[in-house]
């Protein structure tokens, strides 16, 4: 028999939080209403225990199976994250998500300074940098530059200050018109039309062309490297050349060499898959000075997959080991949760620390 549920039992709960959360008498019963729909909501469901809590923006969820007595503190949990009412308590909850998992559901910080400039109206026309200096770009005139650089940089300043990171440097650049050399010889056009040509030949013969172009092999040869990307499971190979051979003939091209690549397709969409992490990883480990991350790397091949973190640690400094843990921890932490495994399907990897003179410290 399902147990009945009773105001006071909320009451009791609401007690319990009265001493590090700011009411007002009106807030804290319009509180408890709220609390006791949703569990008479939930309770005509026919299920009362198992309640879903979102707690982010985007797609992740987490799961409660708790008691009656539990879901009043979860939904004032629910209702004051990111709030000015929140109490230790619940903040010491906050803290406990992972460092990169909360990267990971947060908006790049390109894009987070971008948009709040964008939105405050300045004319900027790009944002980029490495992993110690980012550059915003301003286009205008020189003195909309002059009028506006300070104020972009602080702006940016302030972003980098909520989100308590220390280890990028804000450089506000102007915008440099340059005309672009938009010419392409006839050769070169003719080579384009060929590919084009054959590519559309291709299709009509029901091959499975994924991608196709040309590269010269040096800056001032006429010898052109043509690539043709398939996937590893198509077996005809000379009949692909042939054709693309035949269209480059008709253009009058003949130095040329055509290079089929073979393309392993569950394997570019697992590297697909792990290309939505390392972003994370990049931005959580060189925003912080603690980390002393310079750069990131990774391959594929030879499996596992090999996770480079480059740093500018002395083996020898007497904190080397303590620091090389804590970016190993931090790491595993993010990719052994169970929303980033749902992800990588439990896919191998190992992390290599580099310290300052190049060589693994780990």
Known sequence: MK??????DFDDSLKKLNSDLKWNTKRKQELKNRIITDIDSLESKGDSRNFFLTVRKKKSRLIWSLSYSGIALLIVFGLFVGSA???PAIAEVAAKIPYLNKIFHSEPLNQTIWRELEEKGYHISGIGGNTRNMYITIDGSEQYFQDVREEVEEIAKNILKEKEYDGYKIEVEKQVDRVPDTSISERDQAISEALEESYNDLNELHFNVLSHGYSYTAPNSDKVIVNIDIPNTEKRIEEIKQVVNDRLKTKNIDSFTIKINKINL??????AKWNEIFPVIIEGLTAKKEYKVTGFAYSFHPAPLQIIIKTSINA????????VRIIEETINEFLKSEEIQSKIGGDPYKIIIRGKDKQKIN
């Open 3 to 8: 147990r009945q549920v009773e105001e006071t």
């Open 85 to 87: 009412f929140i109490s």
């Open 266 to 271: 569950s394997q570019k969409e697992k590297e």
């Open 316 to 323: 020898s400094d007497k904190d080397a080991d303590e620091r």
